[in-house]
């Protein structure tokens, strides 16, 4: 996983995540700090996690917080298995996936929660082994499914870069499973729903020829409510 692909994913993916009040927006209080600490600034990461921590200290069940907490240990993870530190990248990811799957118990109706998780899922289990990787990203898709059905109430009124980006990045997800006929189904959704997003052509392509061409420059797949 890239810096540049994870940034873009859950940039976009966040700015309309989450359906819930502006006061109980904590992805507003924290994104600016994450996605610089993402693109190497670690002063402002470490401001990001100590705000979470924060919170967390005053309110343990607060889930966004939680989240984006266990999204910064699984960065952290990813960075200590790059320098060869397997302890602690093995300690990391554990406590990263534990944190994010304890806010989706904790709030599993919120698409700033479901989202956040998947799209953190769907780009890190790009290499992993299979056998690791499999449980994980099929997880994401099921809370990508779910933000599909708590959706559907406000389905029509959203853009067409919404639904594309979400429809594409379930889409793309389920091809990696082998679901290729649920990927099907979900890349021809993509087509009628949001015929103008700019991820239409990349769906038309998968379906003509089984392959998804890769994006030109910044790409934020799977990340819009």
Known sequence: MTFISFIATVVALVLSAAQAPAGQRFDYLVRGDFFAGLAGDEARMAHAR???????????RHAEALVWHGSI?????????????????????????????????LAPDNPGVLIPRAAVLIEGTRTMQPEMAKP??????????????VQAPAWATLGDHAKGELLFGLADACARLGRQDEARRYFRQLLKDAPASGQAPRAQSWLDTGVVPKANGMSCVGCHK
């Open 136 to 149: 994980l990203l099929e997880s994401a898709v099921a809370n990508y499914e779910h933000v599909l059905q």
């Open 50 to 60: 100590a705000l979470c921590e924060e919170t967390l200290a005053a309110n343990p």
């Open 73 to 105: 240990l699984f960065f952290e993870a990813g960075r200590a298995f790059r320098n060869g530190d397997l302890t602690a990248g093995g300690q990391l990811f554990q406590r990263g996936i534990q944190e994010m799957n304890d806010a989706v118990a």
